[in-house]
């Protein structure tokens, strides 16, 4: 029998870490193309009711596919989508989102009830959409529909987040509406 090398025995360490990282960056490959469908090849939605994934905190995205993987937070497409992921695909898809450019702020003259508004929300989300704890998300250059279609659910309680509750049952309908166009026009 004959016995292997130091140096043989590395090598085949080596190709063996490189097929996995193949296998790897390849199922990567085919979440993102998944992810794409809604959320864009960079990361930016074409859908206004749908996120921007591109530059949000990576922490907030991993918690947030972990949530609809447990059932804690529920969408019929995203419930599904999750379901499957393992932590270590999870947390690439958020590493991998966390790095791209963000979308670009909305346009427009800026929306000064929103302003008025985020005043409930900076301690959480900063002065201009921008969380210091990578756990919030980052609301500047998000899309206003779906900020807006986020904080009514929280509104409703069929989103559930024990302060985001107290906070969007204290808004009114249109408080909402000029709060979400405000962080969309920020930049990110």
């Known amino acids: 029998m004959k016995t292997l090398t130091l140096s043989t025995l590395a090598a085949i360490g080596a190709l ?8 790897d960056n390849h199922k990567l490959d085919q979440l993102l193309t998944s992810c794409a469908a809604c ?38 497409l995203m419930s599904g989508q999750a379901k499957n992921l393992s932590d270590g695909e999870i947390d690439a898809l ?8 963000p979308a670009a702020a909305a346009g427009g003259e800026l929306n000064e009830a929103g302003a008025h508004v985020r005043g409930r929300c900076i301690s959480c989300h900063g002065i201009e959409g921008k969380p210091v ?43 909402i509406a000029n709060v979400a166009e405000y962080f969309s026009q920020q930049q990110p």
């Open 39 to 76: 959320h864009g090849g960079a990361g930016v939605s074409a859908n206004p009711l749908w996120p921007n994934l591109a530059g949000q905190n990576d922490r907030y995205l991993a918690d947030q596919l972990r949530a609809y993987r447990s059932g804690e937070r529920i969408n019929a």
């Open 16 to 23: 063996l870490a490189s097929s996995f990282s193949f296998a």
């Open 94 to 101: 958020a590493a991998h989102y966390s790095q791209l450019p």
């Open 133 to 175: 704890n990578a756990e919030w998300p980052i609301l500047a250059g998000q899309n206003a529909a779906y900020l807006k279609q986020q904080l009514m659910a929280f509104k409703s309680g069929e989103r559930q987040g024990s302060l985001m509750n107290v906070v969007a049952a204290e808004l009114t309908d249109s408080q």
